[in-house]
């Protein structure tokens, strides 16, 4: 068969979409036209030769007419984006201005922060994680230099499940010197009861939010006499034995860094009977007449 010249694409007849497909592939791939005989092998050299210059322009002009179509899809996807984008922006700014405080000054905080706090969240729709991001905007806000660029780029790639985790072991935290979530014994019914066991405490180790101890647990150093500590608003006083250098046991776990950064913004409650629960974990540093009374 002889070669037709090299600088003409012949119409494959009526099986135009694959010849399409064809011409798609070669645009994206390699950018230049087959030969003619080529073509016509496909096509069992159903087209004349003669034809196949108006065999081209008519490919070339439905192809330009796919590819302007192509990118107008193209545009379309990224202008309905970035408008769920600016959406998901727009939606965490708003659910961060009643979190902020009359001295907040959002001026110190860093330009590079916000672009890459913003370059993470604007995908977020879900409204509790918009939440859990317009909280950490917000506090750093009120006290820039509060959430570290690490802790940023954890949420982004928290799940809403782990998130929901992380806010039932948050219930069981007691302000010392910060929020601490105790966990004495991880068999306990209390803590089964609210989601909390030994494999749900594992994974929160393994994503990173909290440390297991030792054997002995974690303990509270460095404290006085006498101190009081709380539960969402509720005071227990503590009586220790020496007069200072006295160690508070404080249970199993403990927050990392990126765990103690988001406690406080992450929307625990308090689970009803752990204040009593706590309060006879540490009956023996009650004052004596709780004591005597229990």
């Known amino acids: 068969m002889s070669q037709e010249p090299s600088n003409s694409l012949v119409k494959l007849g009526n099986v135009l979409k694959p010849a399409e497909t064809l011409v798609k592939k070669i645009s994206k791939g390699v950018g230049g036209y087959f030969v003619p005989w080529q073509i016509k092998r496909v096509a069992e050299a159903k087209i004349e030769a003669a034809h196949s210059a108006a065999d081209v322009a008519r ?35 708003d659910k961060a201005i009643p979190h902020l405080d009359e001295e907040a000054n959002p001026d110190a905080m860093e330009e590079e922060w916000i672009a890459n706090l913003f370059d993470k969240c604007r995908i977020v729709s879900d409204n509790e994680m918009q939440s859990l991001w317009a909280r950490v905007l917000a ?34 935290g007691w302000q010392i010197d910060g929020l601490i979530p105790l966990v004495f014994n991880f068999g306990a019914e209390i803590y089964s009861r609210h989601g909390i066991n030994f494999g749900i405490l594992n994974h929160l180790v393994d ?18 006499k006498r101190l009081a500590v709380h539960y969402y608003g509720r005071k227990l006083r503590l ?56």
């Open 139 to 172: 506090g750093e806000a009120n006290n820039p230099g509060t959430y570290s660029k690490r802790t940023v780029s954890f949420i982004s790639e928290l799940d809403k499940s782990d998130a929901e985790l992380f806010t039932k072991l948050c219930g069981f």
């Open 207 to 224: 994503i990173g939010l909290i440390q297991w101890g030792d054997f002995r647990g974690f303990a509270w150093g460095s404290l006085p």
């Open 239 to 294: 009586d220790m034995p020496n007069e200072t250098d006295n160690e508070l046991d404080v249970g199993q776990i403990r927050l990392t860094k990126i765990g103690q950064e988001l406690a406080p913004i992450c929307g625990s409650k308090p689970v009803d009977g752990f204040y009593e629960y706590v309060k006879d974990q540490w009956k023996r540093y009650l004052p004596k007449a709780e004591n005597t009374e229990q």
């Open 59 to 93: 490919i070339e002009a439905h192809s330009e007419i796919e590819i302007t179509d192509l990118h107008q899809r193209a545009e379309q996807r990224r202008i309905e984006e970035n408008v769920r984008h600016q959406k998901n922006m727009e939606d965490i700014i």
